[in-house]
């Protein structure tokens, strides 16, 4: 299956700006898409219901505008994250608005995408679902997808624990639609790594809290600019999912890392509202810490980004195979 036509002609590398609880938002998205990289932001970001029909009107329309006065620019097209677990109270509400602005293209979390994807085709919108095992990536499939995004370990946030190796070459042995590839995703070379491994897009996520448009606290992006690879703790005591966290946080909310790695503290949340205060206490990040030195604007990124894109492309085969 081809890309999609609204990718084509749009982007300076095969980048989408993963969407962020908390982090991402309208800023971010606009910047990105402007820089030439696809923006998202999960909705459940916009408090309260009537923050997100603002949101999506905003974009929408900055974009628009973005694209008349610079018709010759590449401007991505941006999406939307959508919960569709159970205890998502607003899933219903979201959607509709979804529809309403006609959001480019959706991308759902933790839940069967079918019901969503039928609704988002109906106005022409594409819809990816994000994934940590090739079992949900065919139920995905079967549900009628668009694209698959594979959450490979070493992503931040909700990763899986499947080698981005391993998770990218199994799903392509049943799936030929658009791929995309989350896992410790820093710059422009990881981006072509993940083309030659096949996949259409990488999923930027920790890259991008680093950034001066992310809404993520000062003191988040200093911790996350500093922090190493070894500091990177998965555990599931935060939302009772697995995830990966900066062990400096955890710590500074009470958390100790013997009774972590024993798996004894395990977290107790009953409600969207409850994971939302522990998100906003113990932040998140991805292996791709190891590259991240700084905190520039979206747009100074996706340069350094697409500069390091161009580079690998070049690069020539390995010497080991000359003559």
């Known amino acids: 299956m081809p890309v999609p036509e609204i990718f084509k002609g749009t982007m300076r ?29 999960p909705t459940l970001n916009a408090r309260p219901l009537a923050q997100l029909d603002d949101w999506l009107g905003q974009i929408n329309a900055e974009l628009a505008a973005y694209r008349e006065a610079h018709p010759a620019a590449p401007c991505a097209p941006w999406g939307v994250n959508l919960i569709l677990h159970p205890s998502n109270a607003r899933l219903k509400d979201d959607l509709a608005l979804v529809v309403r602005h006609r959001v480019p293209f959706v991308i759902t979390s933790l839940g069967h995408p079918g019901e969503a994807a039928r609704i988002v085709h109906d106005y022409g919108g594409l819809v990816f679902s994000d994934i940590i095992h090739a079992y949900h990536a065919k139920k995905a499939a079967e549900a009628g997808v ?26 392509r042995e049943f799936w030929d639609g658009v791929l995309v590839l989350a896992g410790a995703i820093s710059d422009g070379a990881s981006v072509r790594a993940a083309e030659v491994m096949g996949a259409d897009f990488a999923y930027m996520g920790t890259r991008f809290i680093a950034t001066r448009e992310s809404m993520a606290q000062d003191e988040y992006k200093r911790m996350l600019v500093n922090c190493p690879v070894d500091d990177i703790v998965y555990t599931d005591a935060i939302s009772g999912t697995n995830a990966n966290f900066m062990w400096p946080s955890l710590a500074r909310a009470g958390f100790e890392r013997e009774a972590l790695a024993r798996g004894l503290a395990k977290g107790r949340l009953h409600s969207i509202a409850d994971e939302a205060r522990a998100w906003r206490d113990v932040w998140s990040a991805g292996h791709g810490v190891a590259t991240i030195h700084d905190v520039p604007t979206v747009a100074e990124l996706a340069d350094r980004l697409a500069r390091e894109y161009r580079a690998a492309c070049a690069l020539p085969p390995s010497t080991a195979l000359a003559a």
Not at 150 to 170: I, K, N, P, W, Y
């Open 13 to 41: 590398l095969p980048a989408i700006a993963a969407p962020m609880f908390l982090v991402s938002g309208p800023d971010l998205v606009v910047a990105a898409c402007k820089a030439g990289v696809a923006g998202t932001f």
């Open 146 to 171: 668009d694209g698959i995004i594979a959450v490979a370990s070493g992503a931040g946030g909700h990763a899986g624990t499947q080698s981005a190796f391993s998770l990218v070459r199994e799903i």
